[in-house]
C-alpha cells in the first residue's frame, strides 16, 4: 500500500507525519530516531495528512484535548494492545507503566510495556508522553524530556 507523509511545524519542533490510505502510519519529532528511512512520497494535500495536521494545530492551541484520527500503525499484538491503551489515558491525567500495564490485564509485563510504549511510531496523538515513572518522575521520550516536560504542561499536568 502507498505511503505519503508531509512535515509540521509545530511550537515543540518539526514533526514528519506518514500516512497509508488507510489511517495514520506515525508522527516523529525531528530528532526521533524511530523514523523510516523510507517515507513514501510527499504529499500534503492527502486527506488524513490535512486532518492530522488541523487537530494537532487545534491540540497545541489548546482547543482540542483528543483526537479523531483513524491509525494504522504497524506492530506486533502486543505493541497494538499497548498503544491501543495508551489513548485511554485521559488528557491532563498521568499513568505509571505499572498502571499501564495492568490495564492491558497483564500486570507482570511493566518492561515489555516500556518497551512497546517507547516504540511507539504516533507521538502525541497516541499519548506515550502521558506515561512517567512510578514514582511520579519523567522518564524516557523518544522525543526527548524537554518535549514531554512541554506536552504534559500544555495538558495542564502538575507533578505531584
Known amino acids: 500500500m502507498n505511503q505519503f507523509y508531509t512535515t509540521f511545524d509545530s511550537p515543540l519542533g518539526l514533526m514528519t507525519i506518514q500516512v497509508n490510505d488507510l489511517g495514520l502510519l506515525g508522527v516523529w519529532f525531528e530528532t526521533q530516531t ?12 492527502h486527506p488524513i495528512l490535512i486532518l492530522t495536521i488541523k487537530q494537532l494545530r487545534e491540540y497545541f492551541s489548546q482547543c482540542r484535548n483528543t483526537f479523531e484520527l ?19 489515558i485521559p488528557f491532563g491525567e498521568t499513568w505509571s507503566y505499572q498502571q499501564l500495564a495492568e490495564s492491558i490485564g497483564n500486570p507482570r509485563a511493566v518492561r515489555a510495556v516500556g518497551l512497546a510504549n517507547g ?15 512510578k514514582k511520579g518522575k519523567l522518564t524516557g521520550y523518544a522525543g526527548g524530556l524537554d518535549r514531554k516536560a512541554a506536552l504534559l504542561k500544555l495538558e495542564h499536568w502538575e507533578p505531584d
Open 34 to 45: 524511530t523514523q523510516p528511512q523510507d517515507l513514501g512520497k510527499k504529499d500534503p494535500k
Open 119 to 133: 516504540k511507539n511510531p504516533i507521538s502525541v496523538i497516541v499519548p506515550c508522553h502521558r506515561v512517567i515513572g
Open 70 to 88: 483513524p491509525l494504522a500503525a504497524s506492530g506486533t499484538v502486543f505493541q497494538q494492545q499497548v498503544w491501543q491503551a495508551l489513548t485511554t
